[in-house]
């Protein structure tokens, strides 16, 4: 009988933010596939969980979706979890949970923390409809072309950022929406949270004087 894959989601920063079930969880299966088994660690090493590890992230998601396949079809369970969040946002996790699925292997979901979902939250942008569009392509004119499109949308538009390329996606939205209201997130949870208010134009000047860190939920 084929084992269990868990789907557990894990704190976005603060490493209180995270539910018993999850903690019960990744104590209690065979193996915990990890998108860096080191930031992993931090986390298990606080709630003194000793389950081994295995790392799973996008550039050996295929030869390591075979392995954890063949543990799963053993019986055994495993937990899927990201370095922040809910796995499968984002990242490669939604590769290994559609193979369970064609395997007839069943897939739990063990709920918890997301961070576009904490940051729509305290936006206040309109919650009732939304589009999430990930991470928009780091090429200039596909870029520009998937805003121009997102401009004719009604529902909040949600976007993750990196900190090396915040600048220019801040550049094409006033260039293709105007100088219209953002939402900037990052470090949610965290010591130094931010969380910016404001037209994309007083958004671009921050950034002219103060390096922008870490990873950023945007918000149109």
Known sequence: ?????????????????????????????????????RHTKIL???????????????????RKT????????????????????????????????????????????????????????????????????GFLSPKPIKRKNQLKKLRDEKRTAVLYESPHRIQKLLADILEIYGDVDVVLARELTKKFEELRREKVSASIEHFRSSSPKGEFIVII
């Open 1 to 37: 009988m084929a084992g269990t894959l868990y789907i557990v989601s894990t704190p976005i920063g603060n490493l209180a933010d995270i539910t018993l079930r999850a903690i019960e969880t990744l104590k209690s299966v065979d193996l915990i596939a990890a998108e860096d088994t």
């Open 44 to 62: 298990l090493d606080r709630y003194e969980i000793k389950t081994p590890t295995t790392s799973y992230f996008e550039y050996n998601k295929v």
């Open 66 to 133: 075979d392995y954890l396949l063949k543990i799963l079809k053993e019986g055994k369970s495993v937990a899927l979890v990201s370095d922040a969040g809910t796995p499968g946002i984002s990242d490669p996790g939604y590769k290994i949970i559609r193979m369970c699925i064609d395997n007839d292997i069943a897939v739990v979901p063990i709920p918890g923390p997301s961070g576009l979902i904490t940051a729509l939250t305290v936006s206040g942008k309109p919650t009732d409809k939304f589009t999430f569009e």
